[in-house]
Structures are given as C-alpha cells and as structure tokens.
C-alpha cells in the first residue's frame, strides 16, 4: 500500500497536475502554505490605535461601568480574545476606559474604568454608556489596552457605526477622524429591548499577535 499523502503533498501534486491554479501566480509550495493559513483558522490581527493622554493604572476589577441612573444610552459589549492564529486566549486581562455621556474623562477618580480578566474561552462582557464626544477628539470611542502570555500587547479603541459623525456611512466617512486606523474598528451597533428599557449591544472581537 502505497502512503497516503499529507493534505499538503497532496494540494502541491493538484498544482502540480493543474487541478488547482492561484490567480496570484502564487509558487506551489506558498499555495500550500496559505490554503493552510485560511484553513486553520487564523485571524487578522487587530488594528492598533494611540493610548491617548487619559489611561491610568490599577482600574478597579469590574465588569460594570455604568452606575444606576448614569445618564445615557446603556451599552453591553461583548467578545472574545483570539491569538493570530485563531485560538481563544483565556489568560487574557483587559483595561477598558472611555469618557461619561458627557464626554468627560474622570481623571480623578476611577469612573468608566475597569479591568478584567477574559473568561476560560476567552470571552468578556461589560456594560456602560455609550461614550459621549470628547472635545479634542472627533468620535465617540472606547479604549482598550489587552494582554496575554506569549502575546504582543494590544491598544486599540472601539468605535460606534451609529456616531452621528458618520452620518449613516462609516464604510466613507469614518476617515473623518485622524485617529481611527481602520474601518475595522467602528462595529455595528444593535438596539435591545423594550422603550422602556432599550440598551446598545455591540460585539467587538480583539485578536493578539504572538512574540
């Protein structure tokens, strides 16, 4: 009985015989090494972002923002940390902050600041507001600073497809804001519940490339 063929042999001999062709007259050998790429699952990293003038340290461990009766639309994020190549991360350990309705940072204290620490399968959920405008800056965005074992560190910010700057179209004017790296970064925003207690869902998956 002959061997049977490792799935990379086997695509370099389908190449090979013209059964499969790259449009980007790709090498047979670096045909095989992307077909495995995509088939494993890898991600595209995510787009960095500048820390910006108001981090601080030692937020307190909490997956709530917002305090009863905050002004504002009540926001959920939602998400998970991946590695490059498509692995949950759940030593992952996140710093979120953003300003009030208002706009305003607390650079005093600790409000609309949090850390906290991704679950087994490398998810994290936190609730807030959603972030009014800042003055120096022009949309509304949440920071995030990410890390995990083996990982290059993460900053980035999070970015409203509903902020009025956009009007309607992030896909052209999200280049609106000088700061925002990618179109990546703005996320659609869907509305849950009732009138009464209507909040913004929004899901935001965050990927971390290896040292």
């Not at 759940?90 to 650079?107: S, V």
């Not at 083996?150 to 900053?155: A, E, N, V, W, Y």
């Not at 009138?195 to 899901?203: D, G, K, T």
Request: aromatic share 8%; with cysteine.
């Amino acid at each position: 009985m002959q061997p049977r063929l490792s799935r990379r042999e086997l695509l370099e001999k389908c190449v090979a015989m013209g059964v499969v062709s790259s449009a980007a007259g790709l090498a047979p050998e670096s045909l095989a090494d992307a077909w495995a790429l995509n088939e494993s699952g890898s991600r595209a990293p995510t787009p960095m972002a500048e820390l910006g003038p108001f981090y601080k340290r030692l937020a307190p461990l909490t997956h709530n923002l917002r305090a009863a009766g905050d002004p504002g639309m009540p926001l959920v994020v939602t998400g998970a940390v991946f590695s490059s190549r498509g692995e949950a991360l759940p030593d992952a350990k996140l710093e979120i902050w953003q300003t009030n309705h208002g706009g305003i940072y607390d650079i005093e204290g600790y409000r609309y600041r949090a850390r906290m620490n991704a679950s087994p399968k490398g998810e994290y959920e936190f609730s807030s507001v959603i972030p009014g405008h800042y003055p120096a800056r022009v949309c509304q965005h949440v920071h995030y600073l990410v890390t995990a074992p083996g990982h290059q560190s993460l900053t980035t910010q999070l970015y409203f497809a509903t902020d009025p700057v956009f009007e309607g179209d992030p896909d052209k004017n999200y280049v609106r804001d000088p700061l925002i790296t990618s179109r990546e970064l703005v996320r659609p925003v869907t509305l849950v519940g009732d009138p009464q207690q209507m909040y913004a869902s929004v899901r935001f998956e965050l990927v971390l490339e290896p040292r």
